[in-house]
């Protein structure tokens, strides 16, 4: 079983729906992330997490937002999804170092 | 800014081929330099972090190394299976956990 886990794997939406991807792992870090990748932009930081009680906002958090509902799960929500937002999205955890990151196999969103 | 770029884009290679990639960064406090490798629709897979100038770090037929300005992976008699797309990243002295990635490199190397 994968150590990062996330659900949906794929999910197609309409514009303006509200979407939920989650997260959930199996590593007790306490540190996770989201990133998105898009083809020539490489992987960008949406929001992070070092615990239960804390959330911080990476470099393109606008149209997003994310809760912390346990330590080992954490989840991404579009609350009207858009066109632009079709992308590869992975959850990431890592230890209180917060040096090595490990990522989750990735969930495909496409609004339509 | 902290900044990551690599190089090429893309590289072809025969098996067996030897050949380096290369990952230039600027950033203000090096807290480490990861690489990883991922597959096309999956999570990139750790393969290596170097915290210091001169580090050097190995697996199987990949090495890599650690400038105060960049960083090589090399690959040594590739196998087609280790076609795949190398990223390379940075974690600068924010504590953010934050990671800044470069575009990649894309390599295919055939039998």
């Known amino acids: 079983d994968a150590d990062v886990t996330q659900t949906p794997r794929n999910r197609i939406t309409k514009t303006g729906k509200r979407i939920m991807l989650e997260c959930s792992q199996t590593k007790g870090h306490d540190r996770m992330y989201w990133y998105r990748q898009d083809p020539g932009l490489g992987l960008r930081l949406i929001y992070y997490?070092?615990?239960?009680?804390?959330?911080n906002k990476g470099e393109i958090s606008d149209g997003y937002s994310v809760s912390r509902q346990a330590q080992a799960k954490f989840s991404l929500s579009l609350e009207s999804a858009i066109p632009n937002q079709t992308a590869l999205y992975f959850c990431?955890?890592?230890?209180?170092?917060?040096?090595?990151?490990?990522f989750g196999e990735g969930s495909w969103l496409t609004v339509v | 800014e902290d900044q990551v770029t690599q190089s090429p884009e893309a590289l072809r290679l025969q098996e067996g081929e030897s050949s380096s990639l290369n990952c230039s960064y600027t950033v203000s406090g090096l807290r480490g330099l990861f690489w990883y490798r991922q597959d096309p629709g999956k999570g990139p897979e750790f393969l290596f972090t170097?915290?210091?100038a001169g580090e050097e770090k190995e697996k199987e037929r990949l090495k890599a190394t650690l400038t105060k300005k960049e960083s090589f992976l090399h690959i040594t008699a590739p196998k087609p299976e280790d076609s795949a797309t190398y990223l390379c990243a940075v974690h600068g002295s924010s504590n953010t956990g934050k990671l800044i990635f470069g575009q990649g490199t894309t390599l295919q190397v055939k039998p």
């Open positions: 997490s070092f615990d239960v009680k804390d959330i």
């Open positions: 170097l915290y210091s």
């Open positions: 990431a955890t890592s230890g209180n170092s917060g040096n090595t990151i490990y």
